[in-house]
């Protein structure tokens, strides 16, 4: 069985281009979830998704970040314009349900210069 | 106070030793108890998912869970070189998902 696919893997940017980061859950897996996660730190939640709907994403910061999860499977988060301090790994996860065990992708590693 | 508490580290132990990683938590709604091991540069990957107070075993891994001190353990025996990874606690309950800061883990040959 695939686990969670994200793309790309790396990304640099210049700071004020916009960036965007795709995934692929695991197939039949309902809730997906967007992490931050700084070096040496755990993975901060971003959104939330069950199914199609944004159930949680309250930490997303909506100024210039943006997701969106088309007929429940794949997902995209953006950033638009990048800063400096979003360089950070971003990770993918998907569980079966809410509070269900979550399996995470290999993150995309974004650098913002 | 944050939801769950757990020492970073950095912790260093010889190959062959037994080691214990830990967290505390503050919330008595959170039900299922999960560690994901993590290597450099990868994704979190699940490696004990325990449900009720007590102990699982998984070969050299064992998982402990003590809901009345609200405390969780992992315990490794026989460390290995390729145990060297950032060992993440994570709980949930009441919609709630939780991740410790890490815990960075070297094996020493």
């Known amino acids: 069985e695939a686990g969670v696919v994200q793309s790309p893997r790396y990304k640099i940017i210049e700071k004020k281009q916009p960036v965007a980061f795709w995934c692929n859950p695991i197939s039949g897996h309902n809730t997906l979830y967007w992490y931050l996660q700084n070096l040496g730190q755990g993975p901060e939640l971003l959104i939330r998704y069950e199914n199609e709907e944004a159930v949680d994403d309250s930490q997303l910061p909506k100024d210039r970040f943006s997701a969106e999860r088309l007929k429940g499977v794949d997902s995209t988060l953006k950033i638009q314009p990048a800063e400096l301090g979003d360089s950070a790994v971003y990770l993918c996860a998907s569980s079966l349900g809410t509070a269900e065990t979550q399996y995470f992708g290999p993150g995309t590693r974004l650098l913002v210069l | 106070q944050k939801e769950v508490e757990q020492d970073p580290g950095p912790l260093s132990v010889p190959e062959g030793a037994i080691v214990s990683l830990n967290c505390t938590y503050s919330n008595s709604a959170f039900q299922y108890f999960m560690w994901y091991r993590q290597y450099s540069r990868k994704g979190p990957e699940l490696l004990m998912y325990?449900?009720?107070?007590g102990n699982k075993e998984d070969g050299r891994f064992t998982a402990q869970v003590d809901k009345s001190s609200k405390y969780i353990s992992l315990f490794i025996r026989d460390s290995q070189p390729s145990d060297s990874a950032t060992y993440l606690c994570a709980m949930t309950g009441g919609n709630q998902f939780y991740f410790g800061t890490g815990t960075s883990l070297t094996v020493i040959p």
């Open positions: 325990t449900y009720s107070s």
